[in-house]
């Protein structure tokens, strides 16, 4: 089931968080190892459910380990539970091990904020080493606290929620790639996940009527009276899977859409399928509108007021 998995991985994040120590941001290459022993998961599996969760705002991810290919040192991630006083607490927790570290090393005690100061300029020659790795969360979780007080509302549980709906339908095709290379399982769902099957899974089949009905109303109504009646979730997704990338476009410059949660929303649907653009090669063929809508939707979030 896939929520019941998405739930049993965020969950463990979670877990993770809530400790005092060092390993209070669980680190990718170990938490990979713990989720196939813990639940039978394969590396795959546990990537795309932890990409589910970063692109819907149930998590934020760091680089804790920065890719070194000349020295064959692989990129290293952290995972943390989007909320603002876990990130707050995670901060004073790893700030007291970054002073402790310099302490140690230079024999001055400093506060962490003079500590990033101080040694911010040699990152680059600290990058991997224990203070390096420690310097990095501690700034990666200032920016996370700025970001959740920034952007408060992306950040509320319905919009997360919301959010994880939507990703779980549009990676719902990576998901059954996943399980077909288990055995060709078929993608099964819950009743609960049935009962939300016009916003997840099942959402094709449900929308069939709605959908030709759309296509043929679209035809001679207006976008203004397409959104009232269908709402905007939906004139996205049938846009995007029609692939009228430049029809969004156009539609996008006349400012009809002027609420951030619309444009954020889009966004998240556009993200998913230029992740995809190298495995599909129809979509190759639409390669400049998708950036030219991406780089205007980019240009509407900057001067979006609401």
């Excluded at 896939?2 to 209070?24: E, P, T, V, W």
């Excluded at 599996?45 to 934020?60: A, M, P, Y």
């Excluded at 707050?88 to 230079?106: A, H, P, V, W």
């Amino acid at each position: 089931m896939i929520r019941g998995n998405i739930d049993r991985i965020f969950k463990s994040i979670i877990a993770f968080n809530m400790r005092n120590d060092l390993q209070a941001i669980p680190h990718s290459d170990e938490f990979l190892k713990e989720m196939e022993l813990l639940f039978g998961f394969s590396s795959k599996e546990v990537e795309i459910v932890i990409e589910i969760l970063k692109d819907s705002h149930k998590i934020l991810v760091m680089d804790v380990q920065r890719e070194e290919k000349t020295r064959n040192i692989p990129l290293i991630q952290g995972y943390v539970d989007a909320d603002i006083v876990t990130v707050s607490k995670l901060k004073g927790i790893f700030s007291g091990y970054l002073e402790d570290e310099y302490e140690r090393d230079s024999g001055e005690d400093l506060s962490a904020d003079l500590i990033v100061k101080k040694l911010l300029p040699r990152m680059q020659y600290i990058n991997n080493t224990p203070m390096g790795i420690l310097l990095n969360k501690v700034m990666m979780l200032t920016d996370f606290e700025f970001l959740l007080e920034r952007d408060y509302k992306e950040y509320f549980d319905e919009y997360k929620e919301n959010s994880l709906l939507v990703q779980i339908d549009l990676k719902k095709d990576l998901i059954q790639n996943i399980l077909n290379e288990k055995g060709g399982a078929k993608l099964e769902l819950s009743e609960e996940e049935k009962s939300s099957s016009d916003k997840v899974l099942n959402k094709r089949a449900m929308d069939s009527p709605k959908y030709d009905d759309f296509s043929e109303a679209s035809s001679f109504k207006s976008v203004n009276k397409l959104l009232s009646i269908y709402g905007v979730e939906f004139f996205f997704r049938v846009n995007l899977r029609k692939k009228k990338f430049a029809y969004l476009q156009e539609v996008l410059d006349t400012g009809v859409f002027d609420r951030k949660k619309d444009l954020m929303l889009l966004k998240e649907m556009l993200k998913v399928i230029k992740s995809n653009l190298v495995l599909n090669k129809d979509l190759m063929e639409y390669y400049d509108e998708i950036f030219s809508l991406d780089r205007a939707l980019a240009k509407a979030i900057t001067f979006c007021k609401k």
